[in-house]
């Protein structure tokens, strides 16, 4: 019988490889949801110790939901736009600068927002990057 939890983080691993960010970024959390398990990527930024939703999937178990989550990566990924959205902490001085890839602006929202006060911080601008 092949070992589940040693496969889940040869699939974890992967993902952070190719995402080029190493287990001190990367966030795996799994929920059990009626019956189904959810996957949310969280990446951590150490410059302004933040936290953002990378992507969000469904799967059977842990195992489905990540294999799912590594063909997003792999596939579709480096297909969505690039959005740079500028912003400040409510209370403090520096001005933030973050990077997302999205289908839409308010996808954007949704990762910058994701489990957090919307009014505990201020966008000062989202912009849509050129393509390369």
Known sequence: MVDNNHNL???????GDILGLGKDHLVFSYKAVNDVTQLDIITLNPRHDQSFL????????????????LEYVQLHYQKEDSYTLQ???IGEQ??????????NIYQVLDKFYFERD????RIYSISLNPMS
């Not at 983080?9 to 993902?15: L, M, N, S």
């Not at 842990?62 to 799912?68: I, M, N, P, R």
Request: glycine share 2%.
């Open 87 to 89: 912003w400040i902490k």
């Open 94 to 103: 520096n001005l933030h600068t973050s990077y997302f890839r999205a289908k």
């Open 9 to 15: 983080r040869e699939v974890e691993a992967k993902i």
């Open 54 to 69: 990378f992507h969000s999937v469904k799967g059977l178990d842990k195992l489905e939901a990540a294999s799912k989550l």
């Open 118 to 121: 919307v009014n505990s911080y």
